[in-house]
């Protein structure tokens, strides 16, 4: 049976030049490297300038997406941003992408499911693309997440980090069965009940700040493992392939240990998995296609390779994609 596919057809990756490492925070956090490592593996991440909005890192990792998709920006007719740090509170920050791309009139609007937000944003895309409404979509994950960080609190301000990351997400026939190239399968999930576990407490419609990122860590954790473990066997059961089958996980990029722990609960060869914490930290919904970046890059992504990619994050939101690339 033919069907249209939602093909990944070109990623890209921007990392804002500063680096700073875990020894620098231990200068101003009561903190140390051996710390954050052990607990996290995080050993250093970026951070945007302060004249750097998340737009411009949105917009950068565009560029370098539609470059190896071989597209330009008048081909792009549907624009998913997937941030929770707007550079305003609107209008969307997908369509300041749009203009600073100069991409034609088209439609362009942000997504925000926080860490979850860049698979959410891939099912949207999908939806638009698979049905015949767009094709050439580009889907962004893109975060200045150390904007939102109370940097007296050495349980979160060690964790974050800055970045984004994109993919062109194009049309394509597909034979209908786990063969062709394009999005198979889709676990999404929320529970509003988990709110106090991390949020930001401050919004428009309360406090009328920005508010800072605020987290029961241990209890956090303690969810991720379980709940990605569940999202995981739910995409694959709905794209009809078996987790052994996946070549690449790619996983949100919260802690080394839950990528472990997760692994280990699935059955997943670690040698298998993804893993760019160390070097980004936590990037929020950029992490994810900053991650695919990264390991095409590398050279152990390759096309024709089945991929899951995984999430969870505030909301509680969690989720789980898989896709041939
Ligand atoms: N440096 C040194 N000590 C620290 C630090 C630090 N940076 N942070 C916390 N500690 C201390 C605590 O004060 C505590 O000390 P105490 O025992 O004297 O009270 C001790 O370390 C243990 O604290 P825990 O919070 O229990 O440490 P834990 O092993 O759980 O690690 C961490 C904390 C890294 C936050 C972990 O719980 C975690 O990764 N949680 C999940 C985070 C996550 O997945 N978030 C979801 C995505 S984020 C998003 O959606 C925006």
């Given amino acids: 049976m033919s069907l249209v596919r939602s093909v990944v057809t070109g990623v890209g990756a921007y990392l ?11 200068k101003f956090v009561d903190t140390s490297d051996e710390w954050i490592v052990e607990r996290t593996g995080i050993r250093q ?3 945007a300038a302060d004249d750097q909005p998340v737009s411009d890192l949105a917009t950068e990792a565009a560029k370098e997406a539609l470059a190896a998709a071989g597209k330009t920006a008048a081909d792009v007719d549907l624009i998913i941003v997937a941030t929770t740090t707007a550079d305003l509170t609107f209008p969307a920050v997908a369509t300041m992408v749009q203009r600073k791309l100069g991409a034609p ?3 362009a609007f942000d997504v925000q499911a926080v860490c979850s937000g860049f698979v959410y944003a891939l099912s949207v895309a999908d939806g638009f693309v698979a049905r015949g409404h767009a094709k050439c979509a580009l889907v962004i994950g893109a975060e200045t997440m150390t904007r939102l960080m109370d940097w007296s609190d050495r349980g979160t301000c060690v964790l974050f980090g800055d970045g984004a990351g994109a993919v062109v997400v194009e049309a394509k ?3 209908g069965t786990t063969a062709d190239q394009g999005l198979q399968g889709f676990a999404l999930r929320a529970d509003g ?3 106090d576990l991390l949020y930001v407490d401050g919004g428009v419609s309360t406090t009328g700040t ?13 969810h991720a493992v379980v709940n990605i473990s569940e999202a995981i066997h739910a995409a694959a059961a709905n794209a009809g392939v078996a987790v052994a089958d996946v070549d690449w996980f790619i996983p949100h990029q919260a802690n080394q240990r839950i990528l472990a722990g997760v692994a280990h609960r ?3 060869d670690e040698n298998k998995v993804i893993s760019t914490v160390a070097i980004h930290a936590n990037t929020s919904a950029a992490s994810i296609p900053l991650a695919l970046a990264h390991g095409i890059k590398d050279g152990r992504i390759k096309k ?11 909301g509680l939101t969690w989720g789980a994609c898989v896709l041939r690339l």
């Fill in 266 to 268: 699935c059955g997943i």
């Fill in 193 to 195: 009940t988990k709110q």
């Fill in 210 to 222: 920005v508010g800072k990122l605020r987290m029961l860590g241990n209890q956090v954790f303690k």
């Fill in 304 to 314: 024709g390779d089945l991929l899951l990619l995984e999430a969870m994050g505030g």
């Fill in 45 to 47: 991440r970026h951070q």
């Fill in 105 to 107: 009139v088209g439609i």
């Fill in 16 to 26: 804002p030049p500063k680096v700073v490492t875990n020894d620098d925070l231990a």
């Fill in 173 to 175: 026939a597909g034979e």
